[in-house]
């Protein structure tokens, strides 16, 4: 038997255990999350086992310092990973939801009723806290999951999925239902995404080399979640004590991520006003601005020159790129060139700014004198977050619970035909 | 310049455009399908004579009489056309709605619009009305379209073409939104479906040989529209002259389309009261069965033996392939193995079938003693039909304008941050 051959064996028994899941009452998948966030707890032994030899791979492998960080779990992070389980477990089910349910003219009833996607396949890399948290939210909205983790993690992987796997037997479910891809080399990934008989979805979550890696080769459906460069246009018009606070947590509360503000669009009209009073904030804080002429000539010598590279930089560091800008139009046209569709902000007091920006832009997430921060599945009220998608099919922005699910239209008659049935020959 | 080149800065040239049809009010959109359905009756004369030159190659190279029925044009199908874009002008405008408003715990106001998704690639075969049909469909959302059209519809495609551009120009609108790919070989669509930065989605309407060809090589998301292996399963509380003529409007009233009907499931207790009758209508009509073992026992000699392949088969012909099973779990599992996700029926008078059947059965449509053929867009309430997806991503089932759209997040607030900002500096 051939790896493929064991792997389609693997991803097989988990559309198998799709069917099961699909068909299972709210009441049963909150208690196997409770199970299953038990059992984690129950494990921590072995996790922590399993984890010390990931750990001793990494250092001997010289990962870094920040990746090693990622890798490691304590017996606060399993706690942690626990706790979003019974969190999942408490959000509200989709499945089965009935909408837009009308009667038609020929008298048929038509509703959508919300359904499980079926097989989804997750790529990942160094966190084993994904493990736990894709499988909760999979297994909450009815759908097996094929988890193919980095193999920096593989034993603490394996460690949790024995765990999850646990909870699943104890409630009389198959534990085919999470299946944990056990290779980790990249030919298993082609393998994976080409199995489009068995996946629905493929979902990767990690650098843009593993995202375009697994687009190039997928047969599948995949949600890419590339980079997120969000801008801040503050207005002619707007409170300048807003547009200060928005750039100062959106620039330096997390700079890491993919919701943070990457460039700075300031009316020219304000820009004399403002930019000084950003400037030294920013510096007090340990930011730094790159600038177009104007903001240099505004701020003097101490700010070095912005680029073209710079506007389309995902900096993930304390920096942001200025440009000072005529008008509305100009800074939409800026966003529509190097934006990446991810979430964009304006700082206005003119409810026809804030309108033309919120119809105007294309992102995902656009904001009118809030923080790009709140582009985040929890703050929007999608409960929890699986990803944020870049891409406008099936999802765009935040995916929460309902992204991972379908509608199938229902319909329910008397008998109704299309057309006039020929009469009965006897 | 090579022919990737043009091609590229044709597809860019529509990119650009579809910047303008996004922002464009539903009165204008409105009145430019207007000037395109006036258009395509104003170019009569000239959309004729391509005609005829497509329909003198098709008789050169022996295209057969339904391929050329379909590719033929005359003043009333053109008529037709021009109707068609005056329906779409009087579909309600998905584009700007927005839904699920609510204000969240930290302040922020939160909704969803509905906004188009961009760039739209329909690439499709040898009916020269796709190329009005889908241009009108995908502008009424929002959406620029690229349209490649087959090699033997292309003098007639690019007449139609010119009848929109004049439409579009004359309405002071850039002509790129509606962009005709003049190259119909193969290697263009491989071309055409890479250029992920320009598009975002691709629709294939035609044979499964065109679909893979395009899932293949597409960078770029595909909605899939596959075969219907649609099944009517005849309960044992069926009211059988319901479930009669569910089966003789299913198979007989079109079995050429992918909606009809093409395996009856049979409850054993009803299969001797139910067969017979079945038998002698559709044959009398011009019907065939193939049976299972216990079929051929209830009709005699007469019917063909039903193998694994017929279960499997979209005959597009008024065969139906037929089994006697010995329950709703049995009719449940060859659903499950035999079906093809699209259209499913159940005739039943029990409540507990009919729940069953909606709740359990995986495809994009699944009916309650009403007929397959109700599988449609116009038929459930969508307004038009760009095609019917049998993959789950983004849409399933009969597809209308909505799904040629995406939602995004509106967020409105009043200077609210994440997390609390820094102390100010000065």
């Known amino acids: 038997m051939t790896d493929t051959d064991s792997l389609q064996d693997l991803v097989a028994a988990c559309k198998a255990a799709s069917r ?7 009441d049963v998948k909150n208690r196997a999350l409770g199970r299953m966030a038990d059992a984690l707890v129950a494990h921590e032994t072995a996790i922590l086992e399993a984890n ?15 990746m090693t960080d990622r890798l490691r779990l304590t017996p606060e992070r399993i706690q942690k990973m626990a706790d979003a389980l019974g969190e999942v477990a408490g959000f509200d089910d989709p499945v089965g939801q009935v909408s837009d349910v009308r009667r038609r003219p020929s008298g048929i009833e038509v509703g959508r009723m ?33 988890l193919r983790g980095g193999s920096e993690a593989a034993w603490s992987n394996r460690a949790v999925a024995a765990a999850l796997h646990d909870a699943l037997a104890a409630e009389g479910l198959d534990p085919a239902a999470v299946t944990l891809v056990p290779t980790t080399d990249r030919d298993a990934i082609k393998d994976l995404v080409r199995m489009s008989d068995h996946l629905d979805l493929v979902i990767p979550r990690g650098g843009e080399g593993l995202i375009r890696f697994v687009d190039e080769h997928s047969r599948v459906p995949v949600i890419k979640h590339y980079k997120g460069v969000c801008h801040l246009f503050v207005d002619e018009t707007a409170d300048l004590d807003v547009a200060l606070d928005l750039l100062l947590d959106g620039k330096l509360s997390r700079p890491g991520v993919c919701n943070a503000l990457e460039t700075l669009l300031v009316h020219e009209s304000v820009a004399a006003g403002f930019l000084p009073r950003a400037h030294a904030e920013l510096a007090a804080n340990g930011g730094e601005m790159r600038g177009d002429e104007t903001t240099r000539q505004i701020l003097g010598g101490g700010v070095a020159p912005a680029t073209d590279d710079d506007y389309h930089a ?53 904001l009118v004198n809030a923080s790009s921060r709140f582009s985040d599945g929890g703050e929007l009220g999608l409960g929890a977050e699986i990803g944020i998608s870049t891409t406008k099919l099936h999802a765009f922005g935040p995916m929460g619970l309902e992204a991972l699910t379908t509608q199938k239209f229902v319909v329910h008659g008397a008998g109704e035909t299309r057309h006039a049935v020929p009469p009965r020959a006897s």
Chains 1, 2 share one sequence.
């Open 114 to 146: 919300r359904v499980p996607l079926g097989v989804i396949a997750m790529i990942y890399e160094a966190r084993p806290n994904v493990t736990s948290d894709a499988a909760g939210l999979c297994f909450k909205a009815g759908n097996a999951v094929v």
């Open 314 to 366: 995902e900096y993930l560091a304390p920096i942001v790129a200025v440009r000072v800008v005529d008008g509305l139009d100009a800074a939409l046209d800026h966003v529509a060139r190097y934006g990446s569709q991810h979430t964009e902000v304006i700082a206005t007091e003119s409810v026809g700014s804030a309108r033309r920006w919120v119809r105007e832009v294309d992102a995902s997430v656009v």
């Open 52 to 66: 010390a030899r990931d750990l001793d791979a990494a250092a001997e492998r010289g990962l870094s310092d920040a």
């Open 20 to 26: 099961q899941v699909a068909g299972l009452s709210t």
